[in-house]
Every structure is written in C-alpha cells, then in structure tokens.
C-alpha cells in the first residue's frame, strides 16, 4: 500500500522553540507539498519541492523553511515557533508523470504551540 | 492567485439521498485538472473522483459523479445514495499550474443523517 507518512501525529511545543516536521514517502514521487489547514481557511501551501534540493514558496512562507535532501523525504522546519502556527499540518506528495493524478496525503501533524 | 469557492460551508442530507456540492474557479488555462477530496473525522484526505479539462463527459466513481461545465468554470460533486459513512469535509482542488500544484477551497462539512 503506498503511504506518505508524516513522523508525528500530535505535537506539543513551547513559543521559540524550532520544530521540525517530517514527512516521507514511499511512492518514488519527484513533487512533495506542506499545507496547513486552519477551519474556514481550507488548505494553504506553505512551501512546495518539484526534486531533490529544490524549493518554491507556496502562498504562506513566511516563518517556515523547508529541506530535501532525499527524494522520499521532505522536512517542515517552523525557526521560532509561534502561538499562531497552531494548525494542522498536511503533507502531500504527487508525480509529475504524464496526465495528473492528484496527491497522496499523509494523515496530518496537529501543532499546538503554547 | 488562483481562487476555488466552495460558497456552502456546511449541508446535510438524509441517509439514501442525493446531495451536489458545488465549486467554481478561476483559470485562463485550456488544459488541466480537477479533483474532490474528502476528508473524515480520521483526518485522512482521501481523492474522491478525478476530471480531466479536456474530456467532455463527466467523470464517474460508483455513486459519486461530477457536472462539470468548462464555460461556467463549475464542478459541482453529486453523491448518490448518501450513506452514514459518506460524513466528512470534501474539498473541491483545480490544478490549473504546472507541476501538479492544486489549489484547495475552503471546504464543506456535509453530515449525512441516519
């Protein structure tokens, strides 16, 4: 069964801390996406990778960065944690063979920071 | 910045039924994609039925089925036969960029009553 699977599913951490959020996949999938998903907001990038090492802002960057250093894996990191970056995180992953087939998501990282 | 309006925030429907969740869009694009997913109480977003722009008829999965009408920039989800575990959030989510990117609106609750 082919899965992207985010590390944790329930994160609690302290304002100015930095958080890393992980996410990897199984599928051999050259594009990976982090969204956030706030209520009456819907789903939000924040950034986005089309290949190892590469990184495009998605409409919300700021206070987030991204890594790839391998293609499966695709890291959230949040530099200095803040009260309003408590959100559901959702990580998705997609090939860019022919035709568009959509995402595979993870199950989500709920982020509370107090 | 592309824009996807799910304008009902929130329906519901009697176990058996048939409900249509509508979206429109914005695109200057000929070519591209359209997909609903649905999102349970799990968490778990999970790709409901896919469109191809291109592709006149209307895109068909067991009891879910699409009326999408290209002009109007519409693409309406209809649910037959609604069951109890039909109950979640259902995003509507164009890819009309490159690279597979999709674009998410707001979403609807739709609870489905026994």
């Known amino acids: 069964d082919v899965k992207v699977t985010q590390s944790s599913r329930y994160l609690v951490k302290r304002t100015g801390e930095k958080v890393f959020l992980e996410c990897v996949q199984d599928?051999?999938?050259?594009?990976m996406f982090w969204y956030r998903q706030d209520p009456g907001l819907g789903l939000r990038l924040i950034y986005f990778?089309?290949?190892?090492?590469?990184?495009e802002k998605g409409d919300i960057p700021e206070g987030y960065s991204v890594s790839r250093e391998k293609k499966e894996r695709f890291s959230l990191i949040l530099e200095s944690a803040s009260t309003n970056q408590t959100s559901m995180y959702l990580c998705?992953?997609?090939?860019?063979?022919?035709?568009?087939?959509?995402?595979?998501f993870g199950s989500g990282t709920r982020l509370t920071v107090v | 910045a592309q824009t996807v309006t799910q304008s009902q925030p929130e329906m519901s429907v009697q176990e058996a039924e048939t409900v249509t969740l509508s979206c429109t869009y914005d695109?200057?694009?000929?070519?591209?994609?359209l997909f609903w997913y649905k999102q349970p109480p799990s968490r778990q977003m999970i790709l409901v039925i896919r469109q191809e722009a291109y592709k006149q008829q209307n895109a068909t999965e067991n009891r879910f089925s699409v009326n999408f009408q290209k002009a109007a920039k519409s693409f309406s989800l209809k649910i037959s036969d609604s069951q109890l575990g039909d109950t979640a959030m259902y995003f509507c989510?164009?890819?009309?960029?490159?690279?597979?990117?999709?674009?998410f609106g707001k979403g609807i609750t739709l609870s489905v009553r026994p």
């Open positions: 599928m051999d999938h050259e594009n």
């Open positions: 990778s089309y290949d190892v090492k590469m990184k």
């Open positions: 998705a992953s997609s090939s860019s063979g022919q035709g568009n087939y959509g995402y595979t």
């Open positions: 695109t200057s694009e000929s070519n591209y994609y």
């Open positions: 989510a164009p890819n009309t960029g490159a690279n597979s990117k999709l674009t």
